[in-house]
T-cell receptor
Framework: SQELEQSPQSLIVQEGKNLTINCTSS?????LYWYKQKYGEGLIFLMM?????EEKSHEKITAKLDEKKQQSSLHITASQPSHAGIYLC????????????FGTGTRLQVTL | GAVVSQHPSWVICKSGTSVKIECRSL??????MFWYRQFPKQSLMLMAT?????????EQGVEKDKFLINHASLTLSTLTVTSAHPEDSSFYIC?????????????FGPGTRLTVL
């Protein structure tokens, strides 16, 4: 079974709407990383969360890690076309950033 | 964030030939680099961990004689796909670990699309 589950698999939102992407692990995590990928391109690092209950924001994107360190959410406020892409969560389940397990990704489309 | 480059960005080759892909960390030294493979509409699959000055560590199911990895310097790792076949066609992405600056994370290259005819 997949160690890291992302939901939803795909999402279509109207520009200006808010959205949330979830990432759930069956194991307690040492760290949770969020990346964004445009089709056929590399991954752009967004944020890393390490502490239970931690929350970080950058521009209109907020990521949270629950107290148990098994679930994270990525929230985008007032979405824009530039937010479109594939969002991937990566989990450090070993204790270093040496081995990241990735979720299946969430494909986001933002319509005008 | 740190910058990682890959070369080439895409390559088309004939079946049976070998292809080398380079991964460079441009503004930091990376003792550890990683090679991933990504199939269409799927997530990244870690192939191997490349350690500077030592042999790469391959994930289960990845043929080390098929995918040769060399990490000769702190800023360069190469992946050579030997005797490539159409089933090796994929998107290959490298990343480099940068533990400095308070955020221990991996920074990814832009990827290399390999098509084997």
């Amino acid at each position: 079974s997949q160690e890291l589950e992302q939901s939803p698999q795909s999402l279509i939102v109207q520009e200006g709407k808010n959205l949330t992407i979830n990432c759930t692990s069956s194991k307690t995590l040492y760290g949770l990383y969020w990346y964004k990928q445009k089709y056929g391109e590399g991954l752009i690092f967004l944020m890393m969360l390490q502490k239970g209950g931690e929350e970080k924001s950058h521009e209109k994107i907020t990521a949270k890690l629950d107290e148990k360190k098994q679930q994270s959410s990525l929230h985008i406020t007032a979405s824009q076309p530039s937010h479109a892409g594939i969002y991937l969560c990566g989990a450090d389940i070993v204790g270093t950033a040496s081995k990241l397990t990735f979720g299946t990704g969430t494909r986001l489309q933002v319509t005008l | 964030g740190a910058v990682v480059s890959q070369h080439p960005s895409w390559v088309i080759c004939k079946s049976g030939t070998s292809v080398k892909i380079e991964c460079r960390s441009l503004d930091f030294q990376a003792t550890t680099m990683f090679w991933y493979r990504q199939f269409p509409k799927q997530s990244l699959m870690l192939m191997a961990t490349s350690n500077e000055g030592s042999k790469a560590t391959y994930e289960q199911g990845v043929e080390k004689d098929k995918f040769l990895i060399n990490h000769a310097s702190l800023t360069l790792s190469t992946l050579t796909v030997t005797s490539a076949h159409p089933e090796d066609s994929s998107f290959y992405i490298c990343s480099a670990r940068d533990p400095s600056g308070g955020v221990d994370t991996q920074y990814f290259g832009p990827g290399t699309r390999l098509t084997v005819l």
